[in-house]
């Protein structure tokens, strides 16, 4: 069955993104506790690109299907895991990256929407926190997506995130969404 395209944010509305965040069932990689298998020969490149043995996986629906049972460790690393197994996957930065944002409302009553590179879509607030550290070339940003995963906010969507930190007027610096506030300076 094909993948569907990448829903636009700009047509919907911030409570048809929570309506369809909560649709979007996963798979309890949680509750799966396997042996140990060995290595999946894949990693996630900082910029979100999946690889396989050397090669990118040019597939987007297969991308999709192994983000569903991704999940991050206690000590940090990351596995593909089903019920049967468990493989090793290498992620340079973070699983994912937080391609588009969706923002309505205004200071406290701001809520804030993503869509990730695998088409996920992910509300900022307590519960998906947005956090940022330094970095080399300036702020580096992460939205939480689930037990541990993160996405990298893309440059060109930590710029809108900056305006709306602007636009607030806070101090220090930051952002509301569903209720959370955001300081948009790396933590020291």
Same mark, same amino acid.
């Given at each position: 069955?094909?993948?569907?395209?990448?829903?636009?944010?700009?047509?919907?509305?911030?409570?048809?993104?929570?309506? *369809?965040?909560?649709?979007?069932?996963?798979?309890?990689?949680?509750?799966?506790?396997?042996?140990?298998?060995?290595?999946?020969?894949?990693?996630?490149?900082?910029?979100?690109?999946?690889?396989?043995?050397?090669?990118? &996986?040019?597939?987007?629906?297969?991308?999709?299907? !192994?983000?569903? &049972?991704?999940?991050?460790?206690?000590?940090?690393?990351?596995?593909?895991?089903?019920? +049967?197994?468990?493989?090793?996957?290498?992620?340079?930065?973070?699983?994912?990256?937080?391609?588009?944002?969706?923002?309505?409302?205004?200071?406290? #009553?701001?809520? &804030?929407?993503?869509?990730? %590179?695998?088409?996920?879509? +992910?509300?900022?607030?307590?519960? %998906?926190?947005?956090? !940022?550290?330094?970095?080399?070339?300036?702020?580096?940003?992460?939205?939480?997506?689930?037990?541990? *995963?993160?996405?990298?906010? #893309?440059?060109?969507?930590?710029?809108?995130?900056?305006?709306?930190?602007?636009?607030?007027?806070?101090?220090?610096?930051?952002?509301?969404?569903?209720?959370? !506030?955001?300081? &948009?300076?790396?933590?020291?």
């Amino acid at each position: 069955m094909p993948m569907p395209p990448p829903l636009d944010l700009s047509s919907l509305s911030l409570g048809d993104i929570a309506r *369809l965040a909560e649709e979007n069932r996963l798979p309890p990689v949680d509750r799966w506790n396997p042996d140990h298998c060995g290595d999946s020969g894949m990693r996630i490149s900082r910029d979100g690109t999946w690889f396989h043995e050397g090669a990118p &996986i040019g597939r987007q629906e297969m991308v999709r299907l !192994f983000s569903t &049972i991704l999940r991050r460790e206690p000590d940090g690393s990351h596995v593909l895991v089903t019920p +049967v197994e468990k493989l090793d996957i290498a992620v340079e930065d973070a699983a994912f990256v937080a391609v588009e944002m969706k923002a309505e409302g205004a200071g406290e #009553a701001m809520r &804030i929407a993503f869509r990730l %590179n695998t088409g996920d879509l +992910v509300s900022a607030g307590p519960d %998906n926190a947005l956090r !940022f550290e330094a970095g080399e070339d300036g702020p580096r940003p992460y939205l939480h997506v689930r037990g541990g *995963l993160e996405a990298l906010v #893309a440059r060109s969507v930590y710029y809108e995130l900056a305006q709306l930190a602007l636009d607030n007027g806070s101090q220090p610096p930051g952002i509301w969404s569903n209720g959370a !506030f955001f300081a &948009i300076e790396p933590a020291a």
